[in-house]
T-cell receptor, first 111, second 109 residues
Framework: DVKVTQSSRYLVKRTGEKVFLECVQD?????MFWYRQDPGLGLRLIYF???????EKGDIPEGYSVSREKKERFSLILESASTNQTSMYLC??????????FGPGTRLTVT | RKEVEQDPGPFNVPEGATVAFNCTYS??????FFWYRQDCRKEPKLLMS???SGNEDGRFTAQLNRASQYISLLIRDSKLSDSATYLC??????????FGKGTRLSVIA
């Protein structure tokens, strides 16, 4: 079974804090993705990576950065958290781009 | 037209009913399409792929109407366990996949 794990299920941070969301997959997938999901807006792609050290901007990269130092790990960084970044964050990995396996999500609240 | 559009629902249907959802897309160059399923408070999971010839998997049938740029998902003999949000997904030129906002289905006993 493919397993994608995310470091926290729930996270509460203060405005201005630097936030790290970690994602690890155990299937040796090349492709990894970070999404946020908000009511009424659906899933939106923040960043993705097709290989180690490689990253591409998705639809809403502003306020975020990513790091992929190892194949199995893809980190999402909020340099200075803001209240409008309160959301559910979902990480996914895949061998084929369309068949993405998602982690359980991190519900981040920025106060 | 938005890249991927879905009726948000909810569709409330009795057990055993047949229900269908449509999803329209704007990128006429798209060749493949997908349906994901997301249970309440869970992560999305791939349900079916849709190619030009359509696809059938048990009670689920997905079809493509390229001329009108929509795909459909038909669920026959609905079960309580089919209650979920169904996400239409389309590859896009700039983004690997574009997810629709989803259609919520509630199957009632």
């Amino acid at each position: 079974d493919v397993k994608v794990t995310q470091s926290s299920r729930y996270l509460v941070k203060r405005t201005g804090e630097k936030v790290f969301l970690e994602c690890v997959q155990d299937m040796d997938h090349e492709n990894m993705f970070w999404y946020r999901q908000d009511p009424g807006l659906g899933l939106r792609l923040i960043y993705f990576s097709y290989d180690v050290k490689m990253k591409e901007k998705g639809d809403i990269p502003e306020g975020y950065s990513v790091s992929r130092e190892k194949k199995e790990r893809f980190s999402l960084i909020l340099e200075s958290a803001s209240t409008n970044q309160t959301s559910m964050y979902l990480c996914a990995s895949s061998y084929r781009v369309y068949e993405q396996y998602f982690g359980p999500g991190t519900r981040l609240t920025v106060t | 037209r938005k890249e991927v559009e879905q009726d948000p629902g909810p569709f409330n249907v009795p057990e055993g009913a047949t229900v269908a959802f449509n999803c329209t897309y704007s990128n006429s160059a798209s060749q493949s399409f997908f349906w994901y399923r997301q249970d309440c408070r869970k992560e999305p999971k791939l349900l079916m792929s849709v190619y030009s010839s359509g696809n059938e998997d048990g009670r689920f049938t997905a079809q493509l109407n390229r001329a009108s740029q929509y795909i459909s998902l038909l669920i026959r003999d609905s079960k309580l366990s089919d209650s979920a949000t169904y996400l239409c997904v389309v590859p896009s030129g700039n983004t690997p996949l574009v997810f629709g906002k989803g259609t919520r289905l509630s199957v009632i006993a």
